[in-house]
């Protein structure tokens, strides 16, 4: 069992930053990558960033420059900052993980990003 909890989610204007937070609990020892999804109403949803537990980073070509993904695995929290944030970035954004275990992959809840002047 892993759950995921989403913050730090709101209305910015572009430019703007904002700083996401998910916090793991349960079987965290089964965790090995984590990272962000988001998904814009009428659109699919796509990967933003991703980190393993060793520290190995991925990002989406969209925020790579503007975005960056952390992770504190004692603290069994991974942050996405977001800096000159635009229009095009409003959607939900899921935190998620990978387990060695099933279920093998589990999802937040979910937090909104509207980026708007």
């Known amino acids: 069992q892993v759950q995921l909890v989403e913050s730090g989610g709101g209305l910015v204007q572009p430019g703007g930053s904002l700083r996401l937070s998910c916090a793991a609990s349960g079987s965290i020892r089964t965790i090995t990558n984590m990272g962000w999804y988001r998904q814009a109403p009428g659109k699919q949803r796509e990967l933003v960033a991703r980190?393993?537990?060793?520290?190995?980073?991925n990002y989406a070509d969209s925020v790579k420059g503007r975005f960056t993904i952390s992770r504190d695995n004692a603290k069994n929290t991974v942050v996405l900052q977001m800096n000159s944030l635009k229009p095009e970035d409003t959607a939900v954004y899921y935190c998620?993980?990978?387990?060695?275990?099933?279920?093998?992959?589990?999802w937040g809840q979910g937090t909104q990003v509207t980026v708007s002047s």
């Open positions: 998620y993980a990978d387990r060695i275990i099933a279920p093998y992959a589990c």
């Open positions: 980190i393993t537990h060793g520290g190995s980073i």
